[in-house]
Structures are given as C-alpha cells and as structure tokens.
C-alpha cells in the first residue's frame, strides 16, 4: 500500500463527437438543443450525447428520443457515429502527443495516460495539470480527468465524471470509495451479487480483505481488485502517431461552394500545422476532398512549389487554388490528407547539386501555381535534336531542371519559334544567309529535310525561314 | 531667397523641372542600371531607372524589341526573368546563343488580362526575379498607376510592350519610347523622367543580331530574285 504513486491519469469526454460537430457551428446554433441519438435493442433511439441546452431543457442521457422529443419539440437530432468518434479519439490523442508520450486509446470516450516519467520532467501534478489544461483548450470538447494508482482507478473516477487530480493515493482512495458499485464496471451478475449482501460502493469492497472476498465471490473480484489497486497492470498498447495526416471534417449543412469551405478549411490546416509542427516536417502537397450526398467525392490535389507548415501560407495558397475550383454539388464533409511529408532541413544538407532555389522564388512559384494552374509557368528547354522544333521544348517549371545540352555556338538561332511554322510567299522576303540544311528524323515519322534561311521582310524585321517540298514557312524571328 | 530655393527643390523633385546635366541632381548613377546601349543611356539620365515601369510601343512586332532588352537579360542569369504573353515561344536554343539560360526564362501565358495582371504584380513583389517583359493590350490609368506603384516599392523592372497608340494618353510610366524603322532601330522618346521628349535616334541594335547585307532600296525585288535555293551566301 506504501508504495503506491498517482502515475495514471485518465481523460474522459462523454460528448466527444457532439462536442466536435458543436466547434463547427456558429453561436446561434450552438445554442439550439441537441442531442446524438443511437439504436439500442428494441427499445428506439436513445439520447447518447446532448448539449448544455439540451440539458437545461431537462434532457437526460438515455432518454428515450420519443420522451427528448415530447421535451424539447424543435430539439436537433441526429445519429450517433461509432466510426466518426473513434476518429476524433484519435485526434485527440494527436493533441496530446504533444505532450505526453505513453497514451492508450480507450475508446469510445476515453484517454489512458502514463505520466510518472512525466511527473519528474514538469515536476509534480500541478504543472502537468497545468500543460495539458492549456493543450486541451485547443479541442473543443467537454472532459472529466482523474488521477490514479491503477489505470482501472483513474478510469472508473474519470467515468463516474469526477474530477480528482492528486498526487495523493489517499484522495484517490477515498474519492473511489464514495462510487457506487454500478460504477464499478462489474458485470452486472457480479454488480447484482455485490448489492444483494449490502455493498453499495467501491468503499465497502475495498475495506474487505481479497481473501475472504475471493472465497465469497471467486477469482474473478480478486482479479479486479488487484487490478484497481495497482498490484496487478494489464499491458496498455501505446498509441503512435500515424506517419501521414489525415483530417475529415463534417460540415453538418450543405454547404454550395468552394469560398463557403472556408471556415471549415481554416480547421483542418490549423490541425494541420498541429501535425507538422509538433514533428518538424513540412509538405509540398495536399489533397482536399469534398464529400457529397450521392455522388463520388470531390477531389483537389494542390500542390505547392515550396515546403509549407503554417495555416497561414497553406490557407492562402488553397484559395488562390480553390478560386479556379468549382464545386459540382454541395458538399457535407471535408478531408485533408497528407501523405509526403519531409524535413524541414532535408534541403540544406542534400547532396544534389540542385539549383541554387531561393525561398522567395518557390514561395513565387507556388502562389502562380495556385491561381493560374500548375502549368503556368513553362520554361525553354534545349532538347538533343536536329530538328528545330524538337530542339527545344516548353516545359511546366519543376524544381530540379537538367542542365541543358551543350549548343554548337556556330550555328544561329532565332529567339522566337513560332508554335507553327506560317506559309510564306516568298517574292516578300530578301534572303540574307543560308541555306543551313537540317535534315534528319528518319527514324520516326516527320522526317524533314529543310534549307533554312535568314531573311528580311517588308517591315525590315530578320526572320527564320526554311524551303521544303511543301513550300516556303516561316519558322521563327531573331528579335 | 530660401523659399524660393525650396520651390526650386520642390520643382526638381516632381521631375519639372529639366537639368542642363547627364544625372539628374537627386539621383545617383547607382539608381540607374546600364541598358547596354550608351546612346539610350545618355537619354534616359543614365539608363533604365530602377523601380521603373517602361513602355515599348511597338508598330510592328518582332523588329528589335527583345533586342533593347537583351543587354539587360544577359546581364544577370541568376534570377529568372519572367515573360508574360510572349507573343511567341522563346527559343531555347537561340536564347543559348544570345547566352541567355532558357531554364531561367519563365513564360507565363494567361489570356484573363486581369490574371495577367495580377501575376505579373506578384512576380514584382516577390522581389526574387529579374526583369519582367510583358506583352499587353494597352493598359488604363489606374493599372500603370498601381503598377508603377509597386515596382517602385521593390525596385524592379518591367517592360510593358503594346501598340502604337496614335495620341497617348498620360500614363505613370516612367519612360515610354516607341521603336521605329529608318535603316535601323530608331528609338523615339515619347516621355522619360528627366527630360522633354525627344524626336527618334538610332540604336545600334544591329551588333546583337546576324548581320543584314546592305541592299540598295531601288535594288530590292532584283536581289532577292538573284538568291536561289541553294547558293551559299556567305555574310
């Protein structure tokens, strides 16, 4: 008994998914009574999660929906998601990462936290109190947390929704002997057993030795005794970060475009930063997704020429995207995912000699990029052939370009290349120099032999004009 | 005798005045960047201002306009120069021979006049790219106004080349000259920062470009009879 140490602290949120769903919502909304209802046996829906308007309205956990409804007639109803729940636990978990390393998911509400390392690292329950106070200011959700010996002690007071942070195994004890049995998490054939000869609370169990309640009641009440004091931990599997993001936001209305999205947008990269930040990564891409009633999901890959982290720079980069962006149908939900990510330094010690890329530059890049369309900006390419044409290409701008092919500086090119080279009547031209014949392509299907010429127009301008078969073209311009 | 100095001052500094001098007495020669040609430089006060939006009248296309800038293009390959609406594909190989890098040539096309405005504005603000060259329809009072605005604040530089336009309208650009044609580039001041217009001067353009034969104007239609498809004409 002397030994035992408050090293377990568990972090109950009974209205996760309500809570979250209610951050979506504008004040007046909020406000309105609502309630998350879920099938239970035969009986109808039954009241699971509810609001503080719901409850001022007299609603209770587990009400029947008939009785919430006959309360409360304009109360909001919707149905309870397991899946959407599990999801923000784990979100939940993301958040906290930041701060404690040993977290088990308890589901469907509940965070296990191992903390007697961590004691030592803030040094004592009241800076640690204090920490994760503030952390869980950024989730929007109603919680109770407890302090304990055990996991099983911190989770039944956290359940029982009593608040009992101490570093005191004695306020633990006491606090967990006030519970009643129902908030044992017995079975309920053991719970039943337990009342029929008198004991109402964990207190009365707990002042009676193991032994004679073993022989009374079996393995099974020695078991769950060790376990609530400490004398007995089962393993915890630990929750680890995913090593890709991945938010979904429900938009609870339908929402009918793009520049509506943002509010919801503006969450889910602040998540986002959240994510990057708290591992030193950036990423150069994201992939939003809308989701629609029917129809297959929206999907908008954005790309960026430079490694971001911050909301901010995201944020406005998404706009400049979205601008071009039509939303088919109206959207109810909103996902993020981000699957490359990097290091921030991965840059500054790579051993590519890759082209000297001011910050400034990419950052250019990427706000082009995302109003006018990734190709935007194309760039001239020397290519190794004969052909002119094939000469040279315009390509989209990418951050590591090859070095361009050694050019024979005798010959002469023009700066300009029509796209298509134009008929020309030739009586117009004064030829100046040539021919230059270029001649190849055999081996695909344009072979071309061609005799090219500098020559002047009637407005004095120096064209690149070439002689074959078909006729005269002009090709390009020298100025 | 001071408040008329000051005056005096005043007058200088909005530019109405006109200065018996090459450099304008606010300005240092650092101000200016070389534009390659000494004959223009001695015009515009020491060459292009920096923070300055030039207008390029052009009456036809293609006839020494990228020649004016190339100096200023080959000057500096560490930055990418950006070209807006080019009216046709810079060549990379003939970018290479004028030794220019084609990878730091960015082309931005965008038909929407307002996007095109909008990119080229962020590209001078970004402060991290060389020249801007832009190819437009004429451009309003309001839009040269802001543009001249924010090219001044991150001392850029941008060409905006357009038509001819008859009688021109005023407009904030810091210097506006139109090319014409008389045996060679001739370029005509139609508004520079410090000075009066001036009547068209020639510019040596030629020493950028393959060399022309000199063709007697009576002669035009025989001699370009006399070439043949395949006589070597060595100049």
Redesign the interface.
């Known amino acids: 008994m002397s030994a035992r140490v408050n090293g377990w602290l568990y972090v109950h949120a009974p209205y996760l998914l309500l809570d979250e769903q209610l951050a979506a919502q504008a004040e007046n909304e909020r406000e309105q009574p609502q309630v998350l209802l879920q099938q239970q046996g035969s009986t109808g829906p039954r009241v699971v999660q509810l609001n503080a308007a719901a409850q001022t309205a007299g609603i209770q956990r587990g009400m029947a929906m008939v009785t919430a409804t006959t309360l409360v007639p304009d109360l909001i109803c919707r149905d309870y998601q397991h899946n959407r729940e599990q999801w923000l636990l784990q979100q939940l978990a993301q958040l906290l990462y930041q701060d404690v390393a040993q977290i088990a998911l308890q589901p469907p509400q509940g965070l296990l936290f191992e903390v007697r390392s961590l004691l030592r690292l803030y040094g004592g329950w009241q800076a640690l109190q204090k920490q994760l106070q503030q952390r869980l200011q950024e989730a929007p959700i109603r919680y109770y947390w407890a302090s304990g010996y055990s996991p099983l002690a911190a989770r039944l007071l956290a359940q029982a929704e009593v608040s009992v942070l101490s570093a005191d195994p004695q306020v633990t004890t006491a606090a967990l002997a006030q519970l009643p049995i129902q908030a044992s998490g017995l079975e309920t054939r053991a719970q039943q057993r337990l009342l029929d000869v008198g004991m109402t609370t964990l207190g009365s169990l707990l002042q009676r030795s193991n032994s004679a309640l073993g022989a009374r009641f079996g393995k099974d009440i020695t078991h769950y005794l060790a376990e609530l004091r400490g004398d007995f931990s089962p393993p915890q599997r630990y929750y680890r970060p995913p090593a890709q993001f991945y938010q979904r936001i429900d938009l609870l209305s339908e929402v009918e475009s793009w520049p509506q999205l943002v509010f919801a947008l503006k969450r889910l990269l602040q998540q986002l930063e959240v994510f990057l930040q708290g591992r030193q990564l950036s990423t150069r891409n994201l992939r939003l997704q809308a989701y629609h009633r029917d129809q297959a999901p929206t999907v908008v890959v954005i790309q960026f020429a430079h490694a971001v982290w911050q909301q901010r720079d995201m944020l406005q980069l998404c706009q400049l995207h979205l601008e071009r962006q039509v939303l088919p149908f109206p959207a109810l939900e909103l996902s993020i995912r981000v699957r490359e990510l990097e290091n921030r330094q991965a840059h500054a010690n790579s051993l590519l000699p890759v082209q000297q890329e001011l910050p400034a530059v990419a950052a250019l890049v990427s706000r082009l990029q995302a109003r006018l369309g990734e190709h935007a900006i194309q760039v001239p390419q020397v290519q190794a052939d004969w052909r002119p044409e094939h000469a040279h290409c315009l390509a989209t701008w990418s951050r590591s370009q090859a070095a361009a092919p050694a050019l024979n500086p005798s010959q002469r090119r023009p700066v300009w290349l029509l796209p298509q080279a134009q008929p020309i009547d030739r009586r117009q031209w004064q030829l100046h120099w040539g021919p230059e014949r270029l001649q190849s392509g055999w081996w695909d299907d344009q072979p071309c032999v061609r005799d090219y010429f500098i020559a002047v127009d009637e407005f004095q301008r120096q064209g690149w004009i070439y002689h074959d078969p078909q006729g005269w073209f002009l090709h390009g311009w020298f100025s | 005798m001071v408040a008329t100095a000051t005056n005096l001052q005043q007058l200088v500094q909005k530019g109405w005045v006109w200065q018996g001098q090459q450099t304008p007495l606010q300005k240092t020669s650092t101000d200016f960047l070389d534009s390659g040609w000494p004959e223009l430089n001695a015009q515009l006060g020491g060459g292009w201002l920096r923070g300055s939006v030039n207008e390029i009248q052009i ?9 004016l800038v ?1 100096p200023l293009l080959q000057r500096s390959n ?3 120069h950006v070209w807006v609406n ?13 030794g220019l ?3 730091q ?6 038909a929407d006049h307002t ?1 095109a405005l ?2 080229i504005e ?2 001078i603000q ?4 060389g020249l801007i060259l832009a190819w437009l329809p004429q451009l309003n009072a309001a839009q040269v106004r802001r543009l001249q605005q924010v090219t001044e604040q991150a001392q850029q530089l941008v060409f905006i080349f357009t038509d001819c336009q008859q009688e021109p309208e005023a407009r904030a650009y810091v210097n506006r000259l139109r090319l014409h ?1 008389q045996d060679e580039l001739q370029i005509e001041v139609l508004k520079r920062r410090f000075g009066w217009p001036l009547p068209p001067f020639p510019c040596a ?1 030629q020493r ?6 000199l ?1 007697k104007k009576s002669a ?2 025989n ?3 006399a ?1 043949t ?2 006589t ?2 060595t ?1």
């Open positions: 009456e036809v296309g293609f006839r020494g306009e990228l020649g190339l560490e930055r990418p080019p009216p046709a594909q810079p060549y990379a190989p003939g970018l290479q021979s004028q890098v084609p990878q040539q960015w082309c931005i096309q965008e996007k909008w990119a962020q590209c970004s402060q991290s790219v044609w353009l950028l470009l393959p060399e022309r034969r063709v035009h239609n001699t370009s009879h070439v498809g395949t070597r004409l100049l």
